[in-house]
């Protein structure tokens, strides 16, 4: 009896055990998630014998990555030599991988491979491919070192599959931040900021300034953050939420969680639902506070700071973003940096600029280095290409080996706005390079931490989407933006609001100046001192339907459909079915701009803003007006007359040049001193002579 009922009860447990494992196997499947991103957008040409390219990947600090692959897909050369060539890869600046290039005639192969473990870093991660592709016979005694048929083409669908787990929610505001703006959050559209359905402006304006603050340090620029109304059945599976209200227009089931404040003098965020949706609050009874709050969370190093779940903002609260400086002198590296290798190697350093600013004149690039002596100085030289394109070269020589530099002025016509890049490309070349081995000798440079960058910028006023986001933004800071939209605010109005303050966002380098929201019945008077959005239709947007005159695409009598111009034909009833974007002079005060984002409904209007969302779209139109449809038909237009260029007078340009304009002043000090001199001989000339008589 014993026996029995002792077998019976192991039975029991082991079944017990098996269920247990069933269910834990269940549950750590499914919290094992997959982040999968390609490397570049383009494809990628490795030319020569031997080569390189670096890519890039990022994992985020509250992931626990289990393991990494690579999955490269490429086509070699048909001339290659498998038995004689290779593919390389490093991770972090350790290799890990190689393999034999397999060469097919048109379909492109692929290899896939896992990464250590130990390789993985958090945050940034940079891969290294280097080919080494052999197209000549073994037997051959030496060999060209450089020739056409030595190539390897990596695919754009190249990349990376990160598998990993989340780490526990912390419940503090710095950890809701950092998820909301995360990788796996922003690329599955799992974030949203949430506002009344009819969001009043300083609701909409601490809106803005809060996604302007995530839209920056969001790495995924191609992926918008939407605004969303209350209620709205999309809000509900989304896993982070900033709900943005004054008190008395939140929600009922939020305001019992909110910690006991009083918000007439302060602003309250706090965080809660940590573990089923988490959701960033922010609120106050004072709009001016709603709006300094909506100023914190677009700070992002303040966010950053913020290890508890709440956080109370009052007057004397200090949320502002240092002032945006802009340096005549820029270090491309702190510490200096080496290139190693036979032929081809480069650096490239990003710079930031406002998107207002381009390249005036005396613009150059002071680049310091020294390399080894073992080089063929008849074919070593050294390029620098501003966003890759060259603006200037110099011969390696022996004699400057250990200490040489060069002084490159990059010119204006090169139409760079914004950010750039800085490229120094080497091409150190080997004597007899084809009748030694590579490892024999390896050559080397170093770019010291006194190479610079000498910048003079110039404000671009001219308002044309080849500038934008000027006017709505100078300098790193909102150009006192004034926003009109419809009385009533529908989803694709939040949207069009989302899709124009992201790309804005990104451009934005601090919280400072400012964006005021207005109705249809705002006055003339209020919109003088602004650069304009308006948004809507003509039936629903006052400012719209006030200065159709003035629009390049102008509505027809009825308002309801866009007539034919001088640059586009237009059917009545395809005219309906088509959104806008006008960028046009001010009609309240001269100096300002006028976007008008528009269409016959908020559809067309949500999908003209589409075009100003991120660079990647935004490239894609220029002039003044733009028109596009569903099918994706896009037609931009530049109406205003190209105004002659003004010719710089002499003074303009060495005040530009600040040598020049300290050597003329020494110049005119020498030749003061000299005529005092010369007046103070004449009268004691004049005194000797007087004094004979």
């Known amino acids: 009896m014993n026996k029995r009922f002792i077998i019976i009860c ?109 390789l993985i870093l958090k945050g940034k991660n940079t891969l290294t491919i280097e080919g080494y592709i052999q197209t000549t016979s073994e037997y051959q005694v030496c060999v060209p070192p450089e020739a056409r048929d030595n190539w390897f083409q990596i695919y754009s669908t190249s990349g990376v599959a990160v598998h990993y787990t989340n780490e ?185 600029l406002p998107a207002n600013r381009s390249f005036a004149d005396a613009s150059k690039v002071s680049l310091d280095f020294r390399y080894a002596k073992n080089l063929d100085f008849d074919r070593s030289l050294v390029t620098v290409l501003v966003n890759n394109t060259p603006i200037g070269s110099k011969k390696l020589t022996s004699e400057l080996a250990d200490g040489d530099a060069v002084t490159l002025p990059i010119p204006k016509n090169l139409n760079i706005t914004g950010n750039f890049s800085v490229t120094v490309a080497f091409d150190l070349e080997l004597k007899d390079a084809g009748c030694i081995q590579l490892q024999d000798e390896t050559p080397w440079t170093f770019i010291t931490k006194d190479t610079v960058l000498q910048l003079h910028t110039k404000d671009k006023t001219d308002l044309l989407f080849d500038n934008y986001p000027y006017p709505f933004l100078r300098d790193g800071s909102f150009n006192q933006v004034g926003v009109i939209l419809p009385e009533e605010h529908d989803a694709y109005t939040y949207l069009t609001l989302s899709n124009v303050f992201n790309l804005l966002g990104q451009y934005a380098e601090g919280n400072t100046g400012n964006v005021r929201f207005y109705g249809d019945s705002t006055s003339s008077s209020d919109l003088q001192e602004r650069n304009i959005i308006a948004i809507g239709t003509y039936q629903n947007n006052k400012i719209v339907r006030e200065n159709n005159s003035h629009l390049y695409f102008q509505y027809d009598q009825a308002g309801s459909s866009f007539q034919s111009n001088e640059k586009m034909s237009i059917d009545t009833d395809y005219g309906k079915r088509i959104g806008t974007l006008q960028l046009i002079r001010s009609p309240y005060e001269s100096g300002h701009g006028l976007l008008a984002i528009t269409g016959a409904g908020s559809e067309y209007y949500y999908l003209a803003s589409k075009l100003i969302t991120s660079e990647s779209t935004k490239w894609k139109i220029f002039g003044d007006g733009v028109a596009v449809d569903k099918d994706g038909n896009i037609n931009p237009y530049r109406f205003k007359k190209e105004a002659e260029q003004e010719p710089s007078s002499i003074m303009d340009k060495v005040m530009q040049r600040g040598d020049v304009f300290g050597f003329i002043a020494a110049a005119v000090l020498v030749m003061v001193l000299v005529l005092v001199s010369l007046i103070l001989m004449i009268r004691k000339y004049r005194r000797n002579r007087e004094g004979e008589r």
Request: with cysteine; glycine share 6%; proline share 4%.
């Open 168 to 352: 526990a929610p912390s419940g503090s505001i710095n950890d809701f931040n950092r998820r909301f703006i995360g990788l796996d959050t922003v690329s599955a559209g799992q974030n949203a900021i949430s506002v009344p359905k009819q969001g009043n402006p300083a609701e909409l304006e601490a809106a803005v300034y809060a996604l302007s603050g995530f839209a920056k340090t969001n790495s995924l620029k191609d992926k918008t953050i939407p605004i969303i109304a209350y209620g709205d059945e999309n809000l509900n599976d989304k896993k982070a939420i900033v709900a943005v209200a004054l008190y008395d227009q939140l929600p009922a089931n939020i305001k019992g969680m909110l910690e006991s404040q009083d918000l007439n003098d302060k602003a309250l965020i706090q965080l809660m639902n940590k573990d089923k949706q988490p959701t960033l609050v922010l609120t106050s009874q004072n709009p001016d506070l709603l709006v300094k709050a909506g100023r914190l969370v677009a700070n992002q190093e303040l966010m950053k700071q913020l290890d508890s779940s709440t956080k109370v903002v009052d007057n004397q609260t200090d949320v502002t973003t240092p002032e945006v400086s802009i340096n005549k002198n820029v270090k491309l590296t702190d510490t200096g940096d080496e290139l190693k290798g036979w032929m081809h190697q480069e650096k490239t350093y990003f710079v930031s």
């Open 10 to 118: 192991m039975a029991c447990l082991c079944l017990v055990f098996v269920q247990f494992g069933q269910a834990w196997a269940a549950e750590t499947s499914a919290d094992k998630l997959t982040y999968e991103t390609t490397f570049t957008n383009t494809d990628i040409g490795l030319s020569g014998v031997r080569a390189s390219k670096q890519v890039h990947f990022q994992t985020e600090d509250y992931w626990k990555v289990s393991d990494v692959s690579i999955y490269l897909d490429y086509k070699s050369s048909p001339l290659t030599r498998t038995e004689r060539s290779s593919i390389t890869l490093t991770m972090n600046g350790t290799k890990f991988h190689s393999f034999r290039p397999v060469v097919g005639e048109d379909l492109k192969q692929r290899v896939a491979v896992k990464v250590p473990k130990e």
